[in-house]
C-alpha cells in the first residue's frame, strides 16, 4: 500500500543539525512531487519545503530559506529534508507528504505519521 | 507574503450543514485544497482541485472557489466530523495553509 515513513527526528541544541527523511512505497516515487510539513505543538500546519517530481525545482518557506535544504533521491524512493542552524521556534512534529501532481501543487494526498524534532538546550 | 484567513472555530448539530470558509486575495484564481485532521492524527485530504474528493471521502463533504473565497461545506454533519480543517492554495510556488478551524458536533 502507498506509505510515507518519516525518521531522524530528535532533541537537538540550537544552532546545531539535523537530517530527516522520509521513505516512500507503494506509488512511482519519481512521478510525483513531495512536500515536508511541519506543526508546533497545539499549532496549525506550516508548509516548510517543496520539490518536483524529478528532484530538480525546490521551495521553501520564508521561514526556513537559507538554512532548510530539501531534496529527492529518486533512485533509493526517499525524500529528506537537511535542517541546520537550528532554533527554538523549528520545534514541532514534521510530516513529509506526497502530492497529486508532478510539479504544482495539487493536492497532498498521502501523508506520514511524522517525526518530532525538539530544539532545545 | 499571501495569506488564508478562517475562522478559529465553526458548532453546528448533527444532521446540520456547516461551512468553513478561506479568505485569500484572488484566491478563486488558483486552486484549494482541504485538509481533515483528527487529534492526535496525520492530516487527511478531503477537498482538492476546489471541489473533488479524493476516494474514500464521503459525498456529504463538498468544496467550491470564488472570488477571494473557498467554501468547505459538510451535509448532514456526523459526530465523526468533529476535526480541526485547513485550507491550501499554491501562490507563486509557495505553498500556503489557512490558519485552521476546530469544527465542533454538539
Known amino acids: 500500500q502507498v506509505q510515507l515513513v518519516e525518521s531522524g527526528g530528535g532533541v537537538v541544541q540550537p544552532g546545531r543539525s539535523l537530517r530527516l527523511s522520509c521513505a516512500a512505497s507503494?506509488?512511482?516515487?519519481?512521478?510525483?512531487?513531495m512536500h515536508w510539513v511541519r506543526q508546533a505543538p497545539a499549532k496549525g500546519l506550516e508548509w516548510v519545503a517543496s520539490?518536483?517530481?524529478?528532484?530538480?525545482?525546490?521551495y521553501s518557506a520564508d521561514s526556513v530559506r537559507g538554512r532548510f535544504t530539501i531534496s529527492k533521491d529518486n533512485s533509493r524512493n526517499t525524500l529528506y529534508l537537511q535542517m541546520n542552524s537550528l532554533r527554538p521556534e523549528d520545534t514541532a512534529m514534521y510530516y513529509c507528504?506526497?502530492?497529486?501532481?508532478?510539479?504544482?501543487?495539487?493536492?497532498?494526498?498521502?501523508w506520514g505519521q511524522g517525526t518530532t524534532v525538539t530544539v532545545s538546550s | 507574503s499571501y495569506g488564508l484567513t478562517q475562522p478559529p472555530s465553526v458548532s453546528v448539530s448533527p444532521g446540520q450543514t456547516a461551512s468553513i470558509t478561506c479568505s485569500g486575495d484572488?484566491?478563486?484564481?488558483?486552486?484549494t485544497s482541504w485538509y481533515q485532521q483528527k487529534s492526535g492524527q496525520s492530516p487527511v485530504l478531503v477537498i482538492y482541485?476546489?471541489?473533488k474528493r479524493p476516494s474514500g471521502i464521503p459525498e456529504r463533504l463538498s468544496g467550491s472557489n470564488f472570488g477571494n473565497t473557498a467554501t468547505l461545506t459538510i451535509s448532514g454533519t456526523q459526530a465523526m466530523d468533529e476535526a480541526d480543517y485547513y485550507c491550501?492554495?499554491?501562490?507563486?510556488?509557495?505553498?500556503?495553509f489557512g490558519g485552521g478551524t476546530k469544527l465542533t458536533v454538539l
Open positions: 507503494g506509488f512511482i516515487f519519481n512521478s510525483y512531487a
Open positions: 520539490v518536483s517530481d524529478a528532484g530538480t525545482d525546490k
Open positions: 482541485q476546489d471541489n
Open positions: 507528504a506526497k502530492d497529486l501532481g508532478s510539479h504544482e501543487t495539487y493536492g497532498m494526498d498521502v
Open positions: 484572488k484566491l478563486g484564481d488558483t486552486y
Open positions: 491550501q492554495a499554491w501562490d507563486s510556488s509557495l505553498v500556503v
